[in-house]
């Protein structure tokens, strides 16, 4: 089947679509209340690509195609479940949140995010369903927008690497390999689209603007004098 293709343009049409269908309140009912004002410029946020945007918006509407939405639309329906471990009916939350393997990689990411934004594991407190699907309403009123920038990059990386791997019987081994590919091209693109424009003053502050990002003191980033180098661990 087709699922609508939205235009994510804006925090305003996402807030106006999300409002006038009953998506809003099913999650609400699920994962409490939430200060939507603040949480909709973080969907459409630059730091997310376009496809990014689309697949957030899509989650955040429940109108990505897992089993458990196509039935309700009347659609044939392989008699399966999730394929990764072999839960019958494969909900939303069950694909981004509840399945064992990616509960796994939740853990990893959460100890990934600690090195990237040089907290402590207090500071950064077990993952639940409402910040992966909320986009950590309580820790992102404490961060910088550096901060804030790399954790957008993270999280629509994973949830693309997520959402791409789940019909994947190898997923428990190719998720976390998925992620780190992804996020290493995200960010050598962030690199390049700041060194093209040819003005070294402009690219000295975009550069400076990149490294405070990406290459604090423990970053898996690093910046040299040939460009950067990621390092995956
Ligand atoms: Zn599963």
Redesign the pocket.
């Known amino acids: 089947m087709s699922v609508p293709t939205p235009s994510v343009t804006s925090g305003d049409n996402l807030r106006t679509t999300l409002e006038e269908g009953c998506a809003k309140n099913r999650w609400m009912q699920k994962l409490g209340e939430l200060d939507w004002q603040s949480f909709f410029p973080h969907v459409a946020s630059p730091s997310r690509t376009p496809i990014e945007q689309q697949l957030y918006w899509k989650l955040l509407h429940r109108r990505l195609p897992v089993n458990a939405y196509l039935k309700t639309k009347g659609n044939f329906v392989p008699n399966r479940?999730?394929v990764?471990?072999?839960?019958q009916v494969e909900t939303i939350e069950?694909v981004f949140f509840?399945?064992?393997?990616?509960q796994t990689f939740w853990k990893t990411f959460r100890i990934y995010m600690i090195k990237f934004l040089q907290m402590t594991e207090a500071e950064l407190p077990e993952f639940t369903l409402r910040d992966t699907i909320f986009f950590f309403p309580e820790l992102c009123k404490t961060l910088v927008p550096e901060e804030l920038h790399v954790l957008t990059v993270c999280h629509s990386v994973a949830l693309w690497a997520i959402w791409s791997m789940r019909s994947s019987a190898n997923a428990d081994v190719l998720l976390w390999p998925c992620f780190l590919s992804r996020l290493e091209a995200r960010v050598f693109l962030e690199y390049e689209n700041i060194c093209k424009n040819g003005n070294i003053s402009a690219d000295k502050e975009s550069i400076n603007t990149f490294a405070s990002r990406w290459c604090n003191d423990k970053s898996l980033v690093k910046l040299t004098t040939d460009g950067i180098i990621f390092s995956s661990s």
């Open positions: 479940g999730c990764v471990c072999g839960e069950h509840e399945c064992p393997n990616v």
